[in-house]
């Protein structure tokens, strides 16, 4: 048996205060990503700064689903983290629960909830008694839901609720930012590989129409013919005619914009 509330994931018209007394919102987003070394570290401090903000005997985690793929992101103790990781593993809990019904879910006696055995015997091992999760969309198949555990019994009140929802917000707009940049950051790698590839075979249609005293389109023929004879990739072939006339192999990152030095 099971006493719990299902709630409609809350939006407050404004953003209210963030963890940092005095902060608003953004500053407090945009200042604390400045503060750490990597979004995995940015995590772990706004877990904990959420959990402190949300109430004594409160902690948090966060959970990311990208591409169907969940994981534990970060959790502000151990406890929590040891909670996610059971859920995670077992593929049954409140978060992912939440995000795949995409609202939040608050569990008043976690001992008396029966949906998630395996997730449900860690919380109670841990010491706490009660449970929410909120879940926030990233876009582009991304999800997150903030993990909140308490040592009190069903504290979820709407006021709560709401600041929960705001932080759950702000971590999916933190996450849709840094995959923005992440897929940027392929396609320009991508691309001066790419370009690179390009130039190595440039280089050995030259060198071709140097030794067979012939056009660019013969020498890209007979390029392509030896590609496939040898069943290799273009560039592969390409390198080896151009280290065969150098004695080097071009590098795989020689390639540069016409614009840099």
Known sequence: MTDETAFPH???????????????????LGSLLL??????AYLEDFTSRAASYLGAGTQCGITLRHLGRDRRAASSDERAARCDDVEVATGAG?????????????????????RWIAWRDAAELEGFRSAAAVPASAGGG???????????????????????????DQIAQVMALCIRIAEQTV??????????SRSTIDQAIGIIMAQNRCSAEDAFA??????SHRNVKLRVVAAAVVQGITGVAPAAGQFRPRHEN
């Open 10 to 28: 809350p939006r407050p018209e404004s953003p209210g205060p963030a963890p940092e007394a005095g902060e608003s919102g953004s500053s407090a």
């Open 35 to 40: 503060e750490t070394a990597s979004i995995e």
């Open 94 to 114: 409140p978060c992912l629960t939440a995000m795949d019904e995409r609202r939040t879910l608050t569990t008043r006696e976690i001992w008396r909830d029966d």
């Open 142 to 168: 991304t999800e997150i839901a903030l993990n909140l555990y308490s040592e009190q019994a069903d504290p979820w009140d709407p006021e709560r609720l709401v600041r929960a929802a705001m932080f759950a």
């Open 187 to 196: 396609i320009n790698a991508d691309l001066t590989a790419a370009m690179a």
């Open 222 to 227: 007979i390029l392509r013919r030896a590609s």
